[in-house]
């Protein structure tokens, strides 16, 4: 369909998914999880063109996916994959779609892909076999493994190189991203670049560089130079605080300072890692969407238990913005936040983000 990000879509009915999977419940290698079940029949508007993503399995950088799409807002909840708190965004193939007009809209009938009977797998798909598919259960004292869209990434892809221009044309001509956003990212993937070599050469030259570059950006209100280093030294600990932040709670993210000086020179906090896609939130108040204590190890399929007390904050995702070799990415994963890295807001702040823009509370 060449699904466009402002497009409506309803997904298909259970039926019509199942007959396009095979006996791993999968179309191209993409698992249909359990947790989209709940989605069929209803209507959705397109975020992105899923055309592209990044490898958080083997970290070779970014990957092609054909005919996908990123619904929005629409979050892996877990529920059949043993509670994971990622909120991971969901992956929906063209073949499990179908386009429908927008909201108001007087539009005739929309192009729409083969009905189900164009579509059947060989293989005979169920609910349970979704079920089943989801995690593989160890031997006694064994921990379970979980499939899950991110654990499969890798099979339902193929390389991209970083350097491919068709990529960032496609960014584009999807509605992923404005030509705005994609020329100031060349300008700091340069700059960034500029900044690597300097630093293998000199110790002076890359600190008068990020200089000139937060000099430039606090003319634009722009957001500083995000890849410096923590300030903690190798083998010293990491310092750690509890907030006891619950969802729905105002935090204001530390500002970006503070933050390096809990971070050691691989920018880890307890194993941690503070990543430069986070940088453009510090200093600025969100909303806790929840918390995260175990989350599935997309290398292994094991979930894992995080250490100290760690949220995810609403509408604070990955935006690819300074990622390397995977700039521009749509998936647009949440960053997981130590409570260290937060603080609770004072009245005034508090006050102010709940305010109406351009009205009063």
């Given at each position: 369909m060449s699904l466009r990000a402002g497009d409506w879509v309803r997904v298909r009915s259970k039926p019509d998914i199942l007959a396009t999977l095979d006996e791993r419940g999968c179309l191209d290698g993409l698992p249909f999880m359990p947790e989209m079940l709940q989605f069929c029949g209803m209507r959705f508007q397109v975020w992105t063109r899923a055309h592209k993503t990044c490898d958080t399995v083997s970290s070779t950088g970014g990957r092609r996916m054909p005919s996908a799409v990123h619904l929005k807002e629409l979050r892996c909840d877990g529920r059949g994959h043993g509670g994971c708190d990622s909120a991971?965004?969901?992956?929906?193939?063209?073949?499990?779609?179908?386009?429908?007009?927008?909201?108001?809209?007087?539009?005739?009938?929309?192009?729409?892909?083969?009905?189900?009977?164009?579509?059947?797998?060989?293989?005979?798909?169920?609910?349970?076999?979704?079920?089943?598919?989801?995690?593989?259960?160890?031997?006694?004292?064994?921990?379970?493994?979980y499939r899950c869209q991110a654990t499969e990434l890798p099979a339902a892809t193929r390389p991209l190189k970083w350097w491919d221009i068709r990529q960032y044309v496609e960014d584009f001509n999807s509605g992923n991203v404005p030509v705005r956003r994609l020329a100031s990212g060349a300008v700091y993937a340069a700059f960034h670049a500029l900044v690597s070599r300097a630093e293998r050469r000199s110790t002076r030259l890359p600190r008068l560089l990020i200089r000139l570059y937060d000099g430039v950006q606090r003319m634009l209100h722009g957001t500083p130079y995000p890849r410096r280093r923590g300030t903690i030294a190798p083998g010293q600990p990491t310092p750690a605080a509890e907030l006891g932040l619950q969802p729905g709670e105002l935090v204001r993210v530390r500002p970006y300072d503070q933050i390096l000086d809990t971070l050691d020179r691989r920018n880890l906090n307890r194993g941690m890692y503070f990543d430069a896609e986070e940088v453009p939130f510090c200093g600025k108040t969100f909303r806790v969407r929840s918390r995260v204590e175990k989350i599935i190890d997309e290398r292994t399929g094991r979930m894992i238990t995080l250490k100290g007390k760690n949220?995810?904050?609403?509408?604070?995702?990955?935006?690819?913005?300074?990622?390397?070799?995977?700039?521009?990415?749509?998936?647009?994963?949440?960053?997981?936040?130590?409570?260290?890295?937060?603080?609770?807001?004072?009245?005034?702040?508090?006050?102010?983000?709940?305010?109406?823009?351009?009205?009063?509370?």
């Open positions: 991971c965004l969901l992956f929906w193939k063209e073949a499990w779609l179908e386009r429908v007009p927008g909201p108001g809209s007087d539009q005739g009938p929309q192009p729409d892909i083969p009905k189900s009977g164009q579509l059947r797998s060989k293989h005979q798909c169920t609910e349970q076999l979704l079920l089943d598919a989801a995690v593989e259960h160890g031997e006694e004292g064994q921990p379970s493994r949220v995810i904050l609403e509408g604070v995702w990955c935006q690819g913005r300074y990622s390397d070799r995977r700039m521009h990415c749509p998936r647009a994963i949440f960053p997981i936040w130590r409570e260290i890295w937060l603080e609770r807001p004072d009245e005034t702040a508090a006050r102010k983000h709940d305010s109406p823009p351009g009205g009063r509370a």
